[in-house]
Nanobody
């Protein structure tokens, strides 16, 4: 069973940066889609960013567009989320997710088959 392991979370001041990593336990050999979701305290999980299997297509939530960058290194089976200009409202548990190929990057959490355990990101004001 595919496993995803996130790392890179932590405490940062507003305006700072963090880079999250998500390592897959194996090469899937499929044209998969990877995404980052986040769950703020007391709120539902929400889509943050997604990337196609070859990295050529990316999608962002409006709330992170221009500040976050998703990327992937298929040789390392790893997906990244570079987060700049962080705001207190970015505080959340961040999850990476995997699903098999779709023509478009889906923003619905229920469409993803595998999830990581989550990593906490806390942005202080």
């Amino acid at each position: 069973q595919l496993q995803l392991v996130e790392s890179g979370g932590g405490l940062v001041q507003a305006g700072g940066s963090l880079r999250l990593s998500c390592a897959l336990s194996e090469r899937t050999g499929t044209r998969d889609v990877m995404a980052w979701f986040r769950q703020p305290p007391g709120k539902e999980r929400e889509f943050a960013a997604g990337i196609s299997w070859n990295g050529r297509s990316t999608v962002y939530a409006d709330s992170v567009k221009g500040r976050f960058t998703i990327s992937r290194d298929n040789a390392k089976n790893t997906v990244y989320l570079q987060m700049n200009s962080l705001k207190p409202e970015d505080t959340a548990v961040y999850y990476c997710a995997w699903r098999s190929f779709t023509p478009l990057i889906i923003r619905t959490a229920g469409s993803y088959n595998y999830w990581g355990q989550g990593t906490q990101v806390t942005v202080s004001s």
